[in-house]
């Protein structure tokens, strides 16, 4: 069982950055798809970008040139730095962990992007 446990959000302004973390517990970072998504308020939650355990990245158009997924094996967690925040990107912050058809979320961390 995989349990993971997210962190770093907040309030910043418009133009500002934030780094998320997730960190793993379980299981290693380096067998699992790891994959941050997103939930704005009153919306589905939607794929902001993922890591394949071979390294492969796939980002959503809205993260594209501002979001970075990275993973730091020693330290077993996951990241996702943004920078360039727009109101927009306000909303829940989920991390993911896939292997097969297993799959783990977190409990989620709120951005709120707002001046």
């Known amino acids: 069982q995989v349990q993971l446990a997210e962190s770093g959000g907040g309030l910043v302004q418009p133009g500002g950055s934030l780094r998320l973390s997730c960190a793993v517990f379980g299981k290693s970072v380096s067998t699992h798809f790891m994959s941050w998504y997103r939930q704005p308020p009153g919306k589905q939650r939607e794929l902001v970008a993922t890591i394949g355990h071979g390294g492969h990245i796939v980002y959503s158009d809205s993260a594209k040139g501002r979001f970075t997924i990275s993973r730091d094996f020693a330290k077993n967690t996951a990241y996702l730095q943004m920078d360039g925040l727009r109101p927009e990107d306000s909303g829940v912050y989920y991390c993911?962990?896939?292997?097969?058809?297993?799959?783990?979320w977190g409990q989620g961390t709120q951005v709120t992007v707002s001046s």
């Open positions: 993911n962990a896939k292997r097969g058809q297993i799959e783990s």
